[in-house]
């Protein structure tokens, strides 16, 4: 079920995007890049809708995911 990112308080979406950025752990790039922009490019994702928040109600978890993801996934 896609949730709408601006239904969360602002601590909830800055802790999901943060774990949702940390999830993968270390960065393999030719730089490092700030937390604080990574959550930025993200943000800007979610307003441009080319990611969503999603629930999980079979595991009660919350995530981020592409928006084409995102709706295959309802369509099981």
Known sequence: ???PYEQ??????QGLIEE?????????GEEEIPLSVKVEQIRQLLKRREVVVVFD???ESVSILPRRDAELLGQE
């Open 1 to 3: 079920m896609i949730i």
């Open 20 to 28: 949702f950025i940390t999830r993968e752990g270390t960065d393999y």
């Open 57 to 59: 109600t079979a595991t």
């Open 8 to 13: 969360l308080s602002s601590d909830a979406l």
